[in-house]
């Protein structure tokens, strides 16, 4: 066996890869093994009051973790058909991925959670992006499938929801002023998109070395600069190259018939009767999918993305274009696809928008990002996709 200080980085991480897979095909024989021992009933045959007892005694689980498991294993195991003669598993799809290792315990919680809101057969397309992806992004990946296989569905005939109030309470203790709101969905996000750009952390100086404020106080000197820069209203903090905006994205045909929903910035929707309202207001940018504008493009003038550039990159990505990453446009840049400093030009079709984390990334590692079709498609490095199939981020497709 060579020991592993002596592999190359890459083959490393593919053993490490194929070890978790046979971790996960022994995960799914234990699986199986617990949905026997509950169906036969194995708890009141050992004098148990159910079966997470057996298992916190047995393996020495918390009972927080057998129960996990047990209900895991439920999942998978199947239930009793109608006929009583057979057992049908509930999820076939996760089960089959489970058995080959390519799922987690974790993988097949969330996959069970998201199914709860989508027909039996979404479970293929789930299960597909959970083969590439971690269980936090396949909760995201459902939430959106279901908006988009429901979004046109007729409006239930249940009593309409009380309109969402703002509340904010105000409370003065030994000095300080203790504040805390409520705020409705499209208020709630002018308030982020105000405070996100002011929170960022300082950049690190030679002086004062990095940013260490905790998040809670950088959000909280955020809010005190917000105070301060209201009352010098005409010094509005830019953000992505223009004043701080909101913009709401809709389909022109949807905004002319007032059907459907319109996104917002950071990912909610609101209803089609509420555009034409926020189209009128200050600060928000109505931008309509399918009209004749054209996407901007200004050659090589520039390096920087100007404010028309970034808006449509918003209309085309709707957030961080990297698989799986879920960051909304206010925490994005705008990414030359071919290099400036390769002679690429800053324009819509040679830009993709990227976090902060993904941004690096792609710099300084073996991912690779292409422009094809019109749409932004990623490469893996060789250790994790040797035959480095293309990717793209699903979960913003639904919106």
């Given at each position: 066996m060579i020991e592993t200080r002596l592999l190359p980085t890459d083959e490393l991480l593919r053993s490490l890869v194929d070890e978790v897979?046979?971790?996960?095909?022994?995960?799914?024989?234990?699986?199986?093994?617990?949905?026997?021992?509950?169906?036969?009933?194995?708890?009141?045959?050992?004098?148990?009051?159910?079966?997470?007892?057996?298992?916190?005694?047995a393996v020495r689980w918390d009972l927080t973790t057998?129960?996990?498991?047990v209900t895991n294993a439920g999942l998978l195991g199947g239930e009793i058909t109608p006929t009583g003669s057979e057992l049908a598993p509930v999820l076939p799809v996760t089960a089959d991925a489970v058995a080959e290792g390519a799922l987690?315990?974790?993988?097949?919680?969330?996959?069970?959670?998201?199914?709860?809101?989508?027909?039996?057969?979404?479970?293929?397309?789930?299960?597909?992006?959970?083969?590439?992806?971690?269980?936090?992004?396949?909760?995201?990946?459902?939430?959106?499938?279901?908006?988009?296989?429901?979004?046109?569905?007729?409006?239930?005939?249940?009593a309409e929801a009380a309109p969402q109030v703002n509340q904010h309470v105000m409370n003065w203790k030994n000095g300080m002023l203790e504040i805390r709101a409520l705020l409705d969905t499209v208020t709630g996000a002018k308030y982020?998109?105000?405070?996100?750009?002011?929170?960022?952390?300082?950049?690190?100086?030679v002086e004062d070395g990095p940013d260490l404020r905790p998040r809670a106080v950088r959000e909280g000197d955020a809010l005190a600069e917000l105070v301060d820069?209201?009352?010098?209203?005409?010094?509005?903090?830019?953000?992505?190259?223009?004043?701080?905006?909101?913009?709401?994205?809709?389909?022109?045909?949807?905004?002319?018939?007032?059907?459907?929903?319109a996104t917002l910035d950071?990912?909610?929707?609101?209803?089609?009767?509420q555009v034409r309202q926020l189209a009128c207001s200050a600060g928000i940018i109505p931008l309509l999918l399918g009209a004749k504008s054209q996407p901007m493009d200004i050659g090589r003038k520039?390096?920087?993305?100007?404010?028309?550039?970034?808006?449509?990159?918003?209309?085309r990505d709707r957030g961080c274009a990297f698989p799986g990453c879920g960051r909304p446009p206010r925490q994005c840049d705008g990414h030359h696809v071919r290099h400036w400093s390769d002679?690429?030009?800053?324009?819509?079709?040679?830009?993709?928008?990227l976090c902060r984390h993904h941004h690096t990334l792609i710099h300084q590692s073996e991912w690779d990002v292409t422009m094809e079709h019109g749409i932004p498609t990623f490469y893996a490095p060789r250790w994790l996709d040797e035959n480095r199939t293309p990717r793209r981020n699903l979960l913003h497709t639904a919106v």
């Open positions: 897979v046979e971790i996960r095909v022994r995960e799914n024989s234990v699986l199986q093994k617990i949905a026997e021992l509950d169906r036969r009933g194995a708890a009141g045959e050992l004098g148990y009051k159910n079966l997470p007892q057996v298992l916190r005694h057998a129960k996990k498991w987690s315990v974790e993988h097949v919680a969330v996959v069970a959670e998201v199914m709860k809101a989508l027909p039996a057969e979404a479970e293929e397309s789930v299960v597909g992006f959970a083969r590439e992806h971690e269980p936090s992004a396949v909760r995201v990946f459902g939430k959106e499938l279901a908006y988009l296989l429901y979004q046109n569905d007729p409006e239930p005939r249940e982020e998109a105000l405070l996100d750009p002011l929170a960022k952390p300082r950049p690190e100086t820069l209201m009352l010098r209203a005409d010094q509005l903090p830019e953000h992505g190259g223009e004043p701080v905006t909101l913009t709401v994205t809709m389909r022109y045909d949807d905004l002319a018939k007032q059907v459907g929903q950071n990912g909610e929707h609101v209803p089609a009767d520039t390096r920087t993305f100007t404010a028309g550039i970034r808006r449509t990159l918003v209309a002679g690429g030009d800053t324009s819509v079709d040679n830009a993709v928008l």
